[in-house]
């Protein structure tokens, strides 16, 4: 009996490309772009992993959505298009507005293991203080739970526990599918800066979620084989909305670049 086969076998990763996104607010759209790269790259991702920012664009293309739609579902959209004020209910904002208009887009609330790829999507635990991810059940409450940045969104309750941006903790998902792919391509759209030096609660607030994101997130870029970063973008607002092409297309050529230094892209694509 050739047992070596079987061991092969049995290490091997269930999927081939996994593609793990940041948190970064707006900043996000940049994941877009990357996705764009990889498609022209010729590769497919077989499993699809985010956080914050990275997990909404992780729904909308397991949903289907393509990279350049999902510019357009944004399009002269602005932070407050989304959040509603709520004052006293563990947060500044609601989420619920933002949820809908992406259960809208992916045509209704669905379950995670009804998208076309395997969707992992990373939040932290706030009961228990830990890391968590979710990758069953109801997308809307759970994306909304990775996105909820403590004191601007209030935490979102499932199942009794009640969850914030998987960003606190863990601002990088590369932890969540690493030992679930044979490569994983990893698009951190979060580089440091505290250019902003507003007093205000939401300027404080943004300030500290910054620095959390700096202080967790270099591990898990090294877990990935190839790992993008988009270093001029790090002095765009988390909330602003107005200049999302601009980071689209730095996501894209980032990717695009890497992929090429790796000898990742198609011999057959002239793009």
């Keep these: 009996m050739d047992t070596s086969k079987n061991q092969e076998s049995i290490a091997r990763p269930p999927y081939r490309l996994g593609v793990a996104l940041s948190g970064g607010g707006a900043r996000g759209f940049a994941h877009a772009g990357a996705l764009k790269a990889i498609e022209e790259a010729g590769l497919k991702p077989d499993i699809i992993a985010g956080v914050s920012a990275g997990s909404v664009v992780a729904v ?25 004020l709520q004052l006293g209910s563990g947060g500044l904002f609601g989420i619920d507005r933002f949820k809908n208009f992406i259960m809208k887009a992916i045509g209704g609330e669905r379950n995670l293991e009804d ?43 499932i199942d009794g526990t009640y969850y914030v941006d998987g960003g606190v903790l863990r601002n990088h998902p590369a ?59 790090s002095h765009y607002s988390v909330f ?21 230094d790796a000898g990742m892209w198609q011999t057959n694509n002239n793009k």
């Design 115 to 157: 998208l076309n790829i395997p969707t992992y999507l990373g939040v932290t635990n706030l009961d228990k203080g830990e890391p968590h991810e979710f990758h069953t059940g109801p997308i809307g409450p759970r994306m909304a739970a990775s996105c909820s940045i403590p004191i601007v969104f209030k935490p979102v309750r």
């Design 240 to 260: 602003n909305l107005k200049l999302i092409n601009n980071v689209f297309t730095s996501g894209y050529m980032h990717m695009r670049r890497a992929l090429r």
């Design 60 to 84: 909308l293309y397991a949903a289907g959505v393509k990279p350049d739609n999902m510019i357009k579902l944004f399009t002269e959209r602005a932070f407050t298009d989304f959040a509603s």
């Design 175 to 233: 932890w969540i599918i690493r030992d679930k792919c044979e490569t994983l391509l990893g698009v951190n759209v979060s580089p440091m800066s505290l250019t902003s030096k507003s007093n205000s609660l939401l300027g404080v607030a943004m300030r500290t979620y910054n620095m959390m994101l700096k202080s967790n997130q270099a591990e898990d870029m090294a877990l990935c084989d190839i790992s993008v970063t988009t270093p001029e973008l």
